[in-house]
């Protein structure tokens, strides 16, 4: 049987633990761990290791107050209590967040009713009380989420040009060569590579849409903060309201999914912002844009052979730092309408994968 709540049930490495393929232990880090954690905190426990105040997210690791945590839950839902989060535990987590979202602390069990806690500041939607009314993932407003900060190589130009740097990148600027990219690492691997080897420095707009359908964790990824986007809209009393990401979410293309986006982007941050507006009889509509940025810069291990020329991710920090590619900033976005009542699940096809 499948995970049925959506904080849970789109995370491939929660759906494998719960199934025992294999569970999570002390030690994991990741995004599963970091899934489990929020949904943990959601139904009401208080993890500040792992969540300090201020910290947008969990830390994503299984340790000591992680797995205290799970004993916890194991206990008061009557599980086998060793801090092992396997198919039991899972699952009794699933139904809480699918059906009746319990608090611990307020110990009859009552379902909750969706209503902000008394203490929640004036009731906001977005207030990220766990199990009240507001979703942590979300917040009035349309600004972006603040920017990750990347070092990249360093500084552009720091060192001096040397010849057999010259004669790679001239061997690199070749059509041949561009040629032998495409075919190499992809398209838009090619086209973010000759980009990079023109040293303007300028914004790159990538085909982002093309990414989330070419790349199953990209394509998971919006699948669930669409579903997040549906639970905090769903807090919202009727009228029209803008929206955005408290923060911006991690992702990364694997090789083994798609070695064109694994070359051109690697590691890329993403985020949903729009206008919902809701209407009396709980129908909501919302206009989103689903919004993508990185840093062009090649992360450590990568590496390629292209028409001769060995290429990694020191030899293109090396690149940028003698002044022969300049690192730039990337940039994507693509929109989407979606209509559902409050209660009932986006309908797939308005995904538009």
């Known amino acids: 049987m499948p995970l049925r ?24 880090a990741g995004n599963g761990v970091r899934t489990l954690q929020i949904g943990l905190i959601r139904i009401g426990y208080k993890m500040p290791i792992s969540q300090p105040p201020g910290a947008q997210t969990p830390d994503g690791i299984y340790g000591d107050e992680t797995a205290s945590v799970v004993r916890q839950f194991q206990q008061k839902q009557h599980l086998d209590v060793d801090g092992i989060a396997g198919h039991d535990t899972l699952y009794a987590l699933d139904a809480m967040l699918a059906n009746e979202i319990k608090r611990p602390d307020k110990g009859g069990g009552k379902p909750d009713d969706g209503k902000p806690d008394a203490g929640q500041p004036g009731g906001q939607p977005g207030g990220g009380a766990p199990g009240g009314g507001g979703d942590p993932d979300f917040k009035p407003g349309s600004d972006d989420p603040p920017k990750g900060g990347d070092p990249g190589a360093g500084p552009w130009r720091s060192h001096w040009p040397t010849p057999d740097m010259i004669a790679a990148r001239a061997a690199m600027m070749h059509p041949a060569f561009q040629t032998a990219a495409i075919a190499a690492i992809g398209d838009d691997a090619a086209r973010n590579l000759r980009h990079y080897l023109n040293i303007s420095g300028d914004d790159l707009t990538i085909d982002f849409e093309g990414l989330v359908r070419e790349t199953p964790s990209a394509g998971r990824k919006y699948t669930t903060l669409v579903d997040l986007m549906a639970l905090y809209v769903e807090t919202l009393g009727p009228g ?5 990401s408290r923060r911006s979410w991690t992702g990364y293309c694997m090789q083994s999914e798609c070695r064109n ?7 890329h ?4 912002k729009g206008t919902a507006r809701v209407l009396d009889n709980g129908d909501c509509f919302v206009a989103a844009e689903y919004k993508f940025r990185d840093r062009y810069n090649w992360d450590g291990g990568k590496s390629v052979t292209i028409y001769g020329v060995r290429i990694t991710d020191e030899f293109m920090g090396e690149l940028h730092r003698q002044g022969l590619a300049r690192e730039y900033d990337c940039q994507g976005a693509f929109r989407r309408n979606f209509h559902w009542r409050k209660g009932y699940p986006i309908p797939p096809g308005q995904l538009g994968l």
């Open 261 to 267: 986006w694994y070359f051109a982007q690697g590691g």
């Open 269 to 272: 941050q993403v985020w949903i």
């Open 5 to 28: 709540s959506r904080t849970l049930k789109f995370d491939a490495r929660v759906c494998k633990a719960a199934e025992n393929n294999p569970p999570f232990f002390m030690g994991e």
């Open 240 to 244: 029209v309201f803008q929206f955005t």
